[in-house]
C-alpha cells in the first residue's frame, strides 16, 4: 500500500512570503506526483504536476521533486490571502498509465494578510 | 461541458435506500475515476474505468458499492442499502490516461448524506 506523508498544520505564512509544502511517499518506483489545492467545501484542484527530478515552475508555483529521497515540495511565491487552502499530494496507486491516485491528508495553509 | 459534471450536487437518504451518483467527464477523456472524501479525512479511491471496463475495482469499500460506464463516458456509481458511513462527498474526476502522465481533473462531487 502506497503512503503519502504531509503534514497537517497549519502552516501559517505572511503574505508576500513563500510558503512552503512538503510531502514523502513510500514507494521508491514512484514516477509521476501531483498538487492540489482543496478549498473548504470545494472539490480538488490540480496546480501542478512533475515526473522528473528536479524544479518545474508555473507561475507562483514550483514543484520540486527528489526521487534519491522520495521528497516532493511545493513552493508557493509572493502568497496571497487567496491561497490559504488545504494542499495535497498524490502519487499513483500503480506505476501504469492510468490507475488511481493515492493522495497526502493534506496541509492546511493559512496566508495571513 | 467544459469540466467534468456531477449530479445530484447533494443527495439526503434514509438507511437502506438505494442511491444512484452521475458523473460525466472532460469530453475526450478516457480515464474516469470515483474517489469519497468523509468529513476530516482524506481522499479514498473507489475505482477507475478505461473506456467501459473498470481494470481497478480494489477500493470498493463493500459489495454494495458498483458503478458502470457506457459509451465511454458517463458514469454511475450505485450503493445498494446504504449506511450512515456511506455519507461522504463522492467525487468523480477524468484524465486523458496517457500513459506517464494522469492529469486528474475532479468534477464538484456529490454530497451524500444518509439518516
Known amino acids: 500500500q502506497k503512503e503519502v506523508e504531509q503534514n497537517s498544520g497549519p502552516l501559517s505564512v505572511p503574505e508576500g512570503a513563500i510558503a512552503s509544502l512538503n510531502c514523502t511517499y513510500s514507494?521508491?518506483?514512484?514516477?509521476?506526483f501531483f498538487w492540489y489545492r482543496q478549498y473548504s467545501g470545494k472539490s480538488p484542484e490540480l496546480i501542478m504536476s512533475?515526473?522528473?527530478?528536479g524544479d518545474k515552475e508555473d507561475g507562483r508555483f514550483t514543484a520540486q521533486l527528489n526521487k534519491a529521497s522520495q521528497y516532493v515540495s511545493l513552493l508557493i511565491r509572493d502568497s496571497q490571502p487567496s491561497d490559504s487552502a488545504t494542499y495535497l499530494c498524490?502519487?499513483?496507486?500503480?506505476?501504469?498509465?492510468?490507475?488511481?491516485?493515492?493522495f497526502g491528508k493534506g496541509t492546511h495553509l493559512i496566508i495571513q494578510p | 461541458g467544459a469540466g467534468v459534471s456531477q449530479s445530484p450536487s447533494n443527495k439526503v437518504t434514509e438507511k437502506g435506500k438505494d442511491v444512484e451518483l452521475r458523473c460525466d467527464p472532460i469530453?475526450?477523456?478516457?480515464?474516469l475515476y470515483w474517489y469519497r472524501q468523509s468529513l476530516g479525512q482524506g481522499l479514498e479511491f473507489l475505482i477507475y474505468?478505461?473506456?467501459?471496463?473498470?481494470?481497478?475495482k480494489s477500493g470498493l469499500p463493500s459489495d454494495r458499492f458498483s458503478a458502470e460506464r457506457t459509451g465511454g463516458s458517463v458514469s454511475t456509481l450505485t450503493i445498494q442499502r446504504t449506511q450512515q458511513e456511506d455519507s461522504a462527498v463522492y467525487l468523480c474526476?477524468?484524465?486523458?490516461?496517457?500513459?506517464?502522465?494522469?492529469?486528474?481533473?475532479f468534477g464538484p462531487g456529490t454530497r451524500l448524506t444518509v439518516l
Open positions: 498524490a502519487v499513483p496507486i500503480s506505476g501504469g498509465g492510468a490507475d488511481g491516485l493515492t
Open positions: 474505468f478505461q473506456g467501459n471496463s473498470a481494470p481497478d
Open positions: 469530453s475526450g477523456h478516457t480515464a
Open positions: 474526476a477524468s484524465s486523458l490516461a496517457v500513459t506517464g502522465m494522469n492529469e486528474q481533473f
Open positions: 512533475i515526473y522528473s527530478n
Open positions: 514507494d521508491r518506483g514512484s514516477q509521476s
